[in-house]
C-alpha cells in the first residue's frame, strides 16, 4: 500500500504533489487514523474495493460531522471531491473551511436544484475521477437510515460510473446532529460494500434505483452496527432507532 501512496499523478490529476502528501496522505492516515482508532476503537473495512483508476460515484449514509474524514480515509488513495451542503459554512466555521477549502468539496445548495453543483460533480466523473456523495441530504436526527433525495440518480443516470455504497456506523452516538462537540466514548466502524452496475440502476428507474443502494447502505449498517454490540459487549452502539431495519418499513426508501 506505501508504494500505492506514493503513485501521486495516479492518485490525483488536480492536485499538487504537495496537497496530495499533506492532505490526503499525512493528514488522513497519519494524524486522523490515529486519532480515531485511539479514541473511538475505528475501524475501516473495504480498501480494496476503491478503484485504483476510472470513475466511481461513492454514496454514503450520513450521522455525524466526522463522516468526511471517515470516509475519506477509506477513499485517500484516490483523493475524492465531495458534495457537502453549502450551509455547513455558516454552521460551523472550522468544518466548512476544512471541507471547503484543502479538501476542494462541492458545495451544495439545498434551496433549490443547484445545477452548477451537480455539473462539477459530472465533471470530476467526467475526467476519471472519484466523488462522494450523502443521499440523505443531512445528518441523521436519530442514526437510522433517513429516506433518499431523488437528486442522486441525476449523478448516476449521466455520470454512468460504478456506484459504491458505504456505511458508516456509531458516528452518531460519538457526535449526534446538535451537539456541539464530540463525546469522548463510543465506538466506530466503516465499509465499502460490492460496486453496482449504473446501467442496470437507470433501467430499474429512480425509486427503485435509490431503493436498492438504500438497501445495500442498510444492510452495511446493520452489519457494523451487530459488530459493534458484539465487540463491546452490548455496550455501543446505544439502543435506540439505529436499531430498526430500514428495509423493513412499508414507507420509500426515497422522499417525495
Same mark, same amino acid.
Given at each position: ?22 492532505? @490526503? ?11 480515531? @482508532? ?5 475501524? %475501516? ?22 463522516? !468526511? ?25 472550522? @468544518? ?10 462541492? %458545495? ?43 437528486? #442522486? ?20 452516538? #460519538? %457526535? ?5 462537540? !464530540? ?52 455496550? %455501543?452502539?446505544?439502543?435506540? !432507532? ?9 414507507? !420509500?426508501?426515497?422522499?417525495?
Amino acid at each position: 500500500m506505501m508504494f500505492r501512496m506514493l503513485e501521486l499523478r495516479r492518485r490525483s490529476s488536480r492536485r499538487t504533489w504537495i496537497g496530495v502528501l499533506f492532505w @490526503w496522505t499525512f493528514i488522513p492516515l497519519g494524524i486522523c487514523r490515529s486519532v480515531l @482508532w485511539l479514541a473511538y476503537r475505528c475501524r %475501516w473495512y473495504g480498501y480494496d474495493r476503491v478503484p485504483r483508476t476510472g470513475p466511481a460515484l461513492f454514496v454514503c449514509n450520513h450521522q455525524s460531522h466526522f463522516d !468526511p474524514i471517515l470516509l475519506g480515509i477509506l477513499l485517500s488513495d484516490r483523493c475524492p471531491r465531495a458534495l457537502a451542503r453549502d450551509t455547513l459554512k455558516t454552521d460551523s466555521k472550522f @468544518w466548512g473551511w476544512m471541507v471547503g477549502t484543502p479538501y476542494d468539496s462541492i %458545495w451544495l445548495s439545498q434551496k433549490q436544484s443547484d445545477h452548477g453543483a451537480m455539473k462539477a460533480a459530472l465533471n470530476e466523473l467526467a475526467v476519471g475521477r472519484i466523488t462522494m456523495i450523502y443521499p440523505e441530504g443531512h445528518r441523521s436526527k436519530d442514526g437510522a437510515l433517513s429516506k433518499f433525495k431523488r437528486g #442522486v440518480f441525476l449523478l448516476i443516470k449521466r455520470g454512468k460510473s460504478p456506484v459504491i455504497p458505504a456505511a458508516i456506523e456509531g458516528a452518531y452516538d #460519538v %457526535w449526534p446532529s446538535g451537539q456541539k462537540r !464530540p463525546n469522548l466514548k463510543g465506538r466506530i466502524k466503516v465499509k465499502i460494500g460490492e460496486p453496482l452496475c449504473p446501467d442496470e440502476l437507470v433501467e430499474m428507474g429512480a425509486e427503485a434505483a435509490l431503493a436498492k443502494i438504500y438497501g445495500c447502505i442498510e444492510e452495511l449498517r446493520l452489519e457494523l452496527r451487530a459488530m459493534i454490540r458484539e465487540e463491546t459487549g452490548g455496550r %455501543w452502539p446505544l439502543p435506540g !432507532p439505529g436499531d430498526i431495519d430500514g428495509r423493513e418499513s412499508n414507507d !420509500p426508501a426515497v422522499s417525495s
